[in-house]
Nanobody, 123 residues
Framework: QVQVMESGGGSVQAGGTLRLSCEVS????????LAWLRQSPGNEREEVAT????????RYAEPVRGRFTVSQDDGANTATLMMTNLTPEDSAVYYC????????????????WGQGTQVSVSS
């Protein structure tokens, strides 16, 4: 059974930095992507960043481009989301997901999800 687990959420002041980690198990599972999405109250869940495992390509949502970086640990089913210069608008529950279905390279669906980790940014 494939499991996805996030860690590293918390509270920070605006301008601060947080690092989120995601682990997909078992480590032998062959996922085509490691993705981060977020959802804040009253809003739809939105893509934050996606790493395509085979190519190493990444894609970012416009609001986080230049501030967030997604990376994969060497040879592992783990991904890190480094978030810098955080703003209150970044406050949300952040989810890690694996196995992306894409249309024209854009992820539209994910098979496996973590339970989410809360990120709170105060002004």
């Amino acid at each position: 059974q494939v499991q996805v687990m996030e860690s590293g959420g918390g509270s920070v002041q605006a301008g601060g930095t947080l690092r989120l980690s995601c682990e997909v198990s078992p480590s032998t599972y062959d996922t085509n992507c490691l993705a981060w999405l977020r959802q804040s109250p009253g809003n739809e869940r939105e893509e934050v960043a996606t790493l395509f495992v085979g190519s190493g390509e990444t894609r970012y949502a416009e609001p986080v481009r230049g501030r967030f970086t997604v990376s994969q640990d060497d040879g592992a089913n783990t991904a890190t989301l480094m978030m810098t210069n955080l703003t209150p608008e970044d406050s949300a529950v952040y989810y890690c997901a694996a196995d992306c279905a894409t249309v024209d390279g854009v992820p539209i669906e994910h098979t496996f999800w973590g339970q989410g980790t809360q990120v709170s940014v105060s002004s």
